[in-house]
């Protein structure tokens, strides 16, 4: 997300660092730079004027005054106002209530369906909680059936009445929860093509009914700025707590997400960072300004790490790391520890200074991933335990039982030679470093 304009803003950013001094008229080329970038992206007009007006003034003010290297006072400026224009800060989730309601709207084909189930993973991993799923959706062919098939993949239930009353169905559901000590109950509600009285009214009625503490849009970022028109065409009637941007994994522009609060004063509350049903992060303002300008998001990958790692079956393979033993059989364990942080790529990017390393390109193609560990599952524990024993006839056997050659055999063997010795070297503290 925002690769495009990350790209341009950093480029920038490492003009202002050769610069000994910043003055009217090279702060003024800067200016013209980011006014580009951010209405190539999408932003709106008037948020990017505003926005460079604030940067220009600031920067030309505290020059001045500050000792600070111009390039760096310059990144805090940058760093400072694009988090004020995401929001400044990150705005929780309202979770009050015995359960706790919380209601989806947002126009047909936005992706609400798939994000409720989204949301309901994320609340039950986050906070360990039972969510309800409630299918209020009664006028989309299937939209029934395809919140129950993700309930099913969830393994979290859905409350469905058919083809009822969606207001009845929700104070239904909200009772069914009660009684059955469910903490978390999402509102999967109608969508049009397009707000219109029926639609509004209907979302207006189930609200009051069951008075959620969340209604939450779910817009699909890739509308761009006819997104702010849908919000406050919805915050008009409801009103609204907050935003789901969707699809912002496939939008290298996402210059709603940099309009949405400073127009609307609606916040994000979360974002779609993959198709994946546990692709959905909350959204933290300063977090994605530091993303956008290339700083990583150090935060976030400690998070997504403590949230799929076992912390034991870690600490185990770092103490057989240190005492030179690690197998096989950890390199097994340890890429299905890696797999459950989704695709290696998307947290290359987290990374600070990522862009510079080369890490923002990488593809890693997942055959090739499947292709390792389909070798590493052929072998014998006894080999995975002792690969020195692998031989030509196991090569080829292996070959044969991953659906491999011997010569990705041999290389997966000579890598995890490589990956030993270098370990070697950094227990007896003979690592040379590359620079």
Do not use: W
Request: glycine share 8%.
């Amino acid at each position: 997300m925002f690769e495009n304009l990350g790209d341009r803003l950093q480029n920038v950013i490492h003009k202002v660092k050769g610069y000994g001094k910043i003055t009217e008229e090279n702060i003024s080329e800067m200016m013209r730079e980011i006014r580009l970038a951010l209405l190539e992206a999408d932003v709106n007009y008037k948020v990017v004027k505003e926005f460079t007006n604030s940067v220009k003034e600031k920067a030309l003010g505290e020059e001045v005054a500050s000792s600070i290297n111009p390039g760096d006072l310059f990144v805090k400026i940058v760093q400072d106002e694009l988090t004020e224009l995401l929001g400044g800060e990150s705005v929780p989730l309202n979770t009050k209530g015995n359960p706790a309601i919380l209601m989806l709207v947002g126009l047909q084909g936005s992706g609400k369906t798939t994000t409720i189930g989204k949301l309901s993973n994320f609340l039950r991993k986050k906070h360990s909680k039972k969510p309800l799923l409630v299918a209020c959706d009664v006028y989309r062919p299937a939209a029934i059936d395809q919140l129950k098939q993700i309930g099913k993949q969830l393994n979290i239930e859905v409350y469905s009445e058919g083809k009822k009353d969606p207001v009845e169905i929700a104070n239904n559901a909200v009772k069914y929860a009660k009684e059955n000590g469910y903490d978390y109950v999402l509102i999967d509600t109608a969508g049009r093509l397009h707000i219109d009285e029926e639609l509004m009214d209907e979302l207006d009625n189930i609200k009051n009914k069951v008075n959620p503490g969340e209604v939450l849009l779910v817009i699909d970022a890739m509308m761009g700025q006819d997104a702010i028109n849908v919000i406050n065409g919805f915050n008009d009637k409801l009103p609204l707590t907050g935003v789901i941007l969707t699809k912002l994994d496939g939008d290298t522009r996402g210059g709603v997400a940099l309009s949405v609060r400073h127009i609307t004063n609606v916040p994000i509350k979360f974002i779609g960072v993959s198709e994946k049903l546990d692709g959905l992060d909350s959204f933290d303002p300063e977090r994605m300004a530091g993303r956008i300008l290339g700083m990583g998001d150090v935060v976030s990958l400690v998070e997504k790490a403590t949230e799929a790692i076992d912390e034991k079956e870690a600490e185990k393979t770092a103490k057989r790391m240190q005492q030179g033993k690690f197998d096989l059989e950890d390199f097994l364990s340890t890429m299905k520890q890696m797999k459950k942080l989704g695709p290696l790529e998307n947290l290359l990017k987290l990374i600070p200074g990522a862009k510079k390393m080369g890490l923002n390109n990488i593809k890693i193609d997942p055959k090739q991933m499947a292709h390792i560990e389909a070798i590493v599952l052929s072998m014998t524990p006894k080999e995975r335990r002792n690969p020195n024993i692998i031989k030509a006839s196991r090569k080829t056997r292996i070959a044969k039982g991953s659906g491999t050659s011997v010569q990705e055999v041999n290389k997966l063997l000579q890598q995890f030679d490589q990956m030993k010795n270098m370990m070697k070297q950094m227990k007896n503290g003979n690592m040379k470093l590359p620079f």
